[in-house]
């Protein structure tokens, strides 16, 4: 079965930027894979953030953007909060209706 | 503003069948078909799985991996779908989510229920 790559952790300064990326354990992540991203913080449920590769949901501030880096999905956090360590998680659509999420990546910002 | 509410035991034993229920309100769960309701779950200090989804016609989709002991079900006229998942084990301990799932990707969480297995 096909495993959906993230990075386990990272680590960003405040007001800084970082590019978190979704990928395959084989074959790439492309549009047509409508990955998305959320966004969970201990305790609460998952909040999604994009969608659709580059969409942002309703309510998500614009320093969050998504995007299709090479054979990957990325997430970039534009001007971090300290409000935005957080886990993020990436989805992404294997076909047939099946979905498959990445292991996630835990963000600190210090 | 459509809600989904997660319901069933707290406790299943080893071996028995785990059974949930998510309440949709606010929004009717045959209204479109650009959108499933599905579950998904994730294990105390553990990432997020995917489990399976419903089309509201009753078509589903299953993780590979849970494929032979999941059940997904719908039932139009409680505006209510279902999740059985058979022989649980100690490593199927998670909040259970029940989500509106998009074709886009954009998911509508419930608040999660947890569910422990053990004797």
């Known amino acids: 079965q096909t495993v959906v790559t993230q990075e386990p952790s990272f680590s960003v300064s405040p007001g800084g930027t970082v590019t978190l990326t979704c990928g395959l354990s084989?074959?790439?992540?492309?549009?047509?894979?409508?990955p998305s991203w959320y966004q969970q913080t201990p305790g609460q449920t998952p909040r999604t953030l994009v969608y659709?590769?580059?969409t942002r949901s309703s309510g998500v501030p614009d320093r969050f953007s998504g995007s299709i880096l090479g054979n990957k999905a990325a997430l970039t956090i534009t001007g971090a909060q300290e409000d935005d360590e957080s886990d993020y998680y990436c989805?992404?659509?294997?076909?047939?209706?099946?979905?498959?999420f990445g292991g996630g990546t835990k963000l600190t910002v210090l | 503003q459509l809600q989904l509410q997660e319901s069933g035991p707290g406790l299943v034993k080893p071996s028995e069948t785990l059974s949930l229920t998510c309440t949709v309100s606010?929004?009717?769960?045959?209204?479109?078909?650009?959108?499933?309701w599905g579950w998904i779950r994730q294990p105390p200090g553990k990432g997020l799985e995917w489990i399976g989804s419903?089309?509201?016609?009753?078509?589903?989709y299953y993780n590979p991996s849970l494929k032979s002991r999941v059940t997904v079900s719908v039932d139009t006229s409680t505006n209510q779908f279902s999740l059985k998942l058979s022989s649980v084990t100690a490593a199927d301990t998670a909040v259970y989510y029940c989500?509106?799932?998009?074709?886009?990707?954009?998911?509508?969480w419930g608040q999660g229920t947890l569910v422990t297995v053990s004797s």
């Open positions: 659709s590769t580059s």
């Open positions: 989805v992404v659509y294997m076909g047939s209706g099946i979905w498959v």
């Open positions: 419903i089309y509201y016609s009753g078509v589903t």
């Open positions: 606010g929004g009717s769960i045959s209204s479109s078909s650009t959108y499933y």
């Open positions: 084989s074959g790439l992540v492309s549009t047509s894979s409508y």
């Open positions: 989500a509106r799932i998009y074709v886009s990707g954009s998911y509508d």
